[in-house]
């Protein structure tokens, strides 16, 4: 798939002003001196490629985006801030193209040359990199040592100058022969005598004895944590939470003693209570029904009114009989006054006994009253009296149901709260009742608590350990200081025992922690199992080098083979079809090219000419076959885009034409050329040429 740039957009880039360019497979971009063109040109280089900084660019911080397609399915983004360049996704899709193929996809200031310090502007090393793969070899060759590319195998044996790897093969095989000397020595004095039995002994017991340490050490950690939970839970039921505790239950103590005594005095003033409540009650009915109005007449009325009048009758009468004048206004009177006092009996009477209902009520109150207050009731006044003196016992009493009320409430929060307390330091509902005893198994627990931490701590004290030296990870034995104190005795037997055969071993010991390098003091066992160790590192190490030799030295046999055969490679690959048909195209004489030593020669029908002395115009026009011929060769035949910055300004007017001619011919192969130029005459050259053949797909650009 080709692979092209599908726009440019571009944000505060120098001269030019924030603008996108879409564009084609042929794309002139015009500009007069000053007007950004080089500023395109290293915003691209910027943008796309990794080797960017291997031209001398300006320090400017270009801002905007190029977008490409063929690279991937979906179009990809490049900036001159993105990780990514267009090498990292050749790579990932194995092309196998050359590493800086910014130098051959882009022409910068008219500089046509591939190597701007050699001759002729290409050399060698150029063309290897691009049309072989003589940099690889030359890579793996300068991996292989001088001593080691001349050494050769003779007799199943590596033969060569004592120096580089070969060296150190030798110091490796001198190394391991040593210590195999020493392994045997060691085997005869040490592995099969006495010494070796009692240090096997040793051994066995110093196992036992670590076993035992780290059983006291997981028994440590445990009792520490034990410990721990322990002191937590005695924090939980003593000190400052168990004292407030106690003081909250005397203090609910005291409160229901306030309460008791507050409902005793409530119930003292029960009956002055209800008694104001009937007085109240009394006074209405009896003011509203008017009762004090409506009462039967004194019986003294009826009896004083009748004697007054049979006393007055009994005067007149005698007044009559005996004629006594003067008796007789006195009897008028008495009788007169009789009558009147039995006319107003009667009509209280009347008065009285008119709605019985009311006289009913008014019988009730008067024998309430008595039955209430031991004597007859005399009126509403009486009434009044009374209620008076009931309410100042009425309102203490209301006074005292509030308070009552109030320490209830009080009473309850409070017993809720030390019912929560207990729940929390016993993990139990005590109810009020089972206080008092709940205090003390907490104060007993405390105590109990305190007696099992103290036995805790003496015995970690009897274990002598740090809180670092504790052992979280279970043991498979259960600590036994008996078991630990004979294994000690034991151990102390047998490193006696062993001081007797040990000064002869001394010196052989020394000489084996020569090569661990451990302590003198370090056991047998360990010295051995690492001098073994060493020397199965040295063996292999002896038959890693002694592989690798062999391979490179196969390896140079076949680079050397390989390289007989690169320089006729480039010499092809320098005059394939498309490397020779862009030279006559361009040149219009030349039909192939050379490379002799380190030099370039282009050759005519008659005779051959170094690239150095042809002129300006001619070696770059044979420097643009090769940039396109290369990079059409090295692609396989898949199109890229090139960047030409007035890369023809050089060349004669006459070779203009043909420039551009076979720049339309490459666009129409489906290469993208985007051509950036000054030029007035090779402006119109692309307008001329280009615009017929290609139409849509010129696109003309003009910078202010």
Same mark, same amino acid.
């Given at each position: 798939?080709?692979?092209?740039?599908?726009?440019?957009?571009?944000?505060?880039?120098?001269?030019?002003?924030?603008? @996108?360019?879409?564009?084609?497979?042929?794309?002139?971009?015009?500009? +007069?001196?000053?007007?950004?063109?080089?500023?395109?040109?290293?915003?691209?280089?910027?943008?796309?490629?990794?080797?960017?900084?291997?031209?001398?660019?300006?320090?400017?911080?270009?801002?905007?985006?190029?977008?490409?397609?063929?690279?991937?399915?979906?179009?990809?983004?490049?900036?001159?801030?993105?990780?990514?360049?267009?090498?990292?996704?050749?790579?990932?899709?194995?092309?196998?193209?050359?590493?800086?193929?910014?130098?051959?996809?882009?022409?910068?200031?008219?500089?046509?040359?591939?190597?701007?310090?050699?001759?002729?502007?290409?050399?060698?090393?150029?063309?290897?990199?691009?049309?072989?793969?003589?940099?690889?070899?030359?890579?793996?060759?300068?991996?292989?040592?001088?001593?080691?590319?001349?050494?050769?195998?003779?007799?199943?044996?590596?033969?060569?100058?004592?120096?580089? @790897?070969?060296?150190?093969?030798?110091?490796?095989?001198?190394?391991?022969?040593?210590?195999?000397?020493?392994?045997?020595?060691?085997?005869?004095?040490?592995?099969?005598?006495?010494?070796?039995?009692?240090?096997?002994?040793?051994?066995?017991?110093?196992?036992?004895?670590?076993?035992?340490?780290?059983?006291?050490?997981?028994?440590?950690?445990?009792?520490?944590?034990?410990?721990?939970?322990?002191?937590?839970?005695?924090?939980?039921?003593?000190?400052?939470?168990?004292?407030?505790?106690?003081?909250?239950?005397?203090? +609910?103590?005291?409160?229901?003693?306030?309460?008791?005594?507050?409902?005793?005095?409530?119930?003292?003033?029960?009956?002055?209570?209800?008694?104001? +409540?009937?007085?109240?009650?009394?006074?209405?009915?009896? =003011?509203?029904?008017?009762? =004090?109005?409506?009462?039967?007449?004194?019986?003294?009325?009826?009896?004083?009114?009748?004697?007054?009048?049979?006393?007055?009758?009994?005067?007149?009468?005698?007044?009559?009989?005996?004629?006594?004048?003067?008796?007789?206004?006195?009897?008028?009177?008495?009788?007169?006054?009789?009558?009147?006092?039995?006319?107003?009996?009667?009509?209280?009477?009347?008065?009285?006994?008119?709605?019985?209902?009311?006289?009913?009520?008014?019988?009730?109150?008067?024998?309430?009253?008595?039955?209430?207050?031991?004597?007859?009731?005399?009126?509403?006044?009486?009434?009044?009296?009374?209620?008076?003196?009931?309410?100042?016992?009425?309102?203490?009493?209301?006074?005292?149901?509030?308070?009552?009320?109030?320490?209830?409430?009080?009473?309850?929060?409070?017993? @809720?709260?030390?019912?929560?307390?207990?729940?929390?330091?016993?993990?139990?509902?005590?109810?009020?009742?089972?206080?008092?005893?709940?205090?003390?198994?907490?104060?007993?627990?405390?105590?109990?608590?305190?007696?099992?931490?103290?036995?805790?701590?003496? =015995?970690?004290?009897?274990?002598?350990?740090?809180?670092?030296?504790?052992?979280?990870?279970?043991?498979?034995?259960?600590?036994?200081?008996?078991?630990?104190?004979?294994?000690?005795?034991?151990?102390?037997?047998?490193?006696?025992?062993?001081?007797? +055969?040990?000064?002869?071993?001394?010196?052989?010991?020394?000489?084996?922690?020569?090569?661990?390098?451990?302590?003198?003091?370090?056991?047998?066992?360990?010295?051995?199992?690492?001098?073994?160790?060493?020397?199965?590192?040295?063996?292999?190490?002896?038959?890693?080098?002694?592989?690798?030799?062999?391979?490179?030295?196969?390896?140079?046999?076949?680079?050397?083979?390989?390289?007989?055969?690169?320089?006729?490679?480039?010499?092809?690959?320098?005059?394939?079809?498309?490397?020779?048909?862009?030279?006559?195209?361009?040149?219009?004489?030349?039909?192939?090219?050379?490379?002799?030593?380190?030099?370039?020669?282009?050759?005519?029908?008659?005779?051959?000419?170094?690239?150095?002395?042809?002129?300006?115009?001619?070696?770059?026009?044979?420097?643009?076959?090769?940039?396109?011929?290369?990079?059409?060769?090295?692609?396989?035949? =898949?199109?890229?885009?090139?960047?030409?910055?007035?890369?023809?300004?050089?060349?004669?007017?006459?070779?203009?034409?043909?420039?551009?001619?076979?720049?339309?011919?490459?666009?129409?192969?489906?290469?993208?050329?985007?051509?950036?130029?000054?030029?007035?005459?090779?402006?119109?050259?692309?307008?001329?040429?280009?615009?017929?053949?290609?139409?849509?797909?010129?696109?003309?650009?003009?910078?202010?």
């Amino acid at each position: 798939m080709a692979i092209n740039i599908e726009s440019i957009q571009i944000q505060k880039l120098g001269p030019l002003s924030s603008q @996108q360019l879409d564009l084609g497979l042929l794309n002139l971009i015009y500009g +007069h001196n000053e007007s950004g063109k080089t500023y395109l040109v290293e915003f691209l280089l910027h943008s796309i490629f990794r080797h960017a900084k291997t031209w001398n660019l300006r320090d400017i911080n270009p801002e905007g985006t190029v977008y490409l397609q063929g690279l991937e399915k979906q179009v990809t983004t490049f900036s001159p801030s993105s990780s990514r360049k267009i090498e990292d996704y050749w790579n990932e899709n194995d092309k196998g193209l050359p590493i800086n193929m910014a130098r051959l996809l882009v022409v910068k200031g008219g500089e046509l040359a591939l190597s701007a310090n050699s001759p002729g502007g290409v050399n060698r090393e150029i063309l290897k990199n691009a049309l072989t793969s003589r940099a690889l070899l030359d890579q793996l060759r300068d991996s292989i040592q001088p001593t080691v590319r001349k050494a050769q195998i003779i007799d199943q044996k590596i033969s060569g100058k004592n120096q580089g @790897q070969i060296n150190d093969l030798n110091v490796l095989q001198d190394k391991l022969q040593d210590i195999e000397k020493l392994l045997k020595l060691i085997e005869e004095r040490y592995s099969r005598g006495p010494a070796r039995q009692i240090e096997d002994q040793i051994g066995l017991f110093q196992m036992q004895l670590d076993q035992q340490l780290k059983a006291k050490k997981y028994r440590a950690y445990l009792l520490s944590n034990k410990r721990k939970d322990l002191r937590s839970q005695r924090d939980n039921i003593s000190g400052d939470k168990f004292q407030s505790l106690r003081d909250q239950v005397r203090d +609910h103590k005291k409160l229901r003693s306030e309460l008791e005594n507050l409902s005793e005095r409530i119930s003292s003033v029960k009956v002055d209570v209800d008694n104001y +409540h009937w007085l109240e009650s009394a006074v209405k009915i009896w =003011e509203e029904k008017e009762l =004090e109005n409506k009462r039967l007449p004194e019986k003294m009325l009826v009896l004083t009114g009748g004697s007054l009048l049979i006393t007055g009758l009994i005067v007149t009468t005698l007044q009559n009989i005996f004629n006594w004048p003067y008796l007789f206004w006195t009897g008028i009177s008495t009788a007169a006054i009789g009558g009147l006092l039995l006319a107003y009996f009667g009509i209280q009477l009347l008065r009285g006994t008119k709605n019985p209902a009311d006289a009913s009520e008014r019988d009730t109150v008067r024998a309430t009253y008595k039955e209430i207050f031991g004597q007859p009731l005399k009126g509403i006044t009486t009434l009044r009296a009374e209620l008076n003196k009931a309410q100042v016992n009425f309102l203490k009493a209301n006074s005292m149901q509030e308070e009552l009320g109030k320490l209830e409430v009080q009473i309850g929060a409070d017993r @809720q709260k030390i019912i929560e307390i207990f729940f929390e330091l016993l993990e139990k509902i005590v109810e009020e009742q089972d206080w008092k005893k709940n205090l003390k198994t907490i104060k007993d627990q405390s105590s109990a608590l305190d007696a099992e931490i103290s036995k805790i701590a003496l =015995e970690l004290a009897r274990f002598n350990l740090d809180d670092d030296d504790y052992i979280a990870e279970p043991q498979d034995i259960i600590y036994d200081p008996q078991v630990q104190a004979d294994t000690e005795d034991q151990l102390a037997s047998l490193e006696d025992e062993l001081a007797s +055969h040990q000064s002869e071993l001394d010196t052989l010991k020394a000489r084996a922690t020569e090569w661990t390098r451990d302590d003198i003091s370090t056991p047998w066992i360990n010295v051995l199992h690492h001098l073994r160790t060493i020397r199965t590192d040295l063996s292999q190490s002896t038959i890693d080098l002694t592989a690798e030799i062999v391979a490179k030295i196969g390896l140079s046999e076949i680079l050397r083979k390989i390289e007989e055969e690169e320089d006729q490679k480039i010499l092809e690959n320098l005059n394939t079809d498309e490397v020779s048909s862009l030279l006559n195209k361009l040149t219009g004489k030349y039909q192939g090219l050379n490379l002799i030593d380190d030099q370039i020669y282009a050759r005519d029908p008659y005779q051959e000419y170094p690239l150095r002395d042809l002129s300006t115009g001619a070696r770059e026009q044979i420097q643009l076959a090769l940039r396109l011929g290369i990079a059409s060769h090295v692609s396989g035949g =898949e199109p890229l885009f090139i960047i030409l910055d007035d890369a023809f300004q050089h060349s004669d007017w006459n070779r203009r034409t043909s420039l551009v001619q076979e720049t339309v011919d490459l666009a129409s192969q489906g290469w993208q050329v985007i051509y950036l130029s000054m030029d007035d005459h090779i402006r119109d050259l692309f307008q001329k040429i280009a615009k017929p053949v290609l139409k849509k797909k010129f696109k003309y650009f003009e910078l202010d």
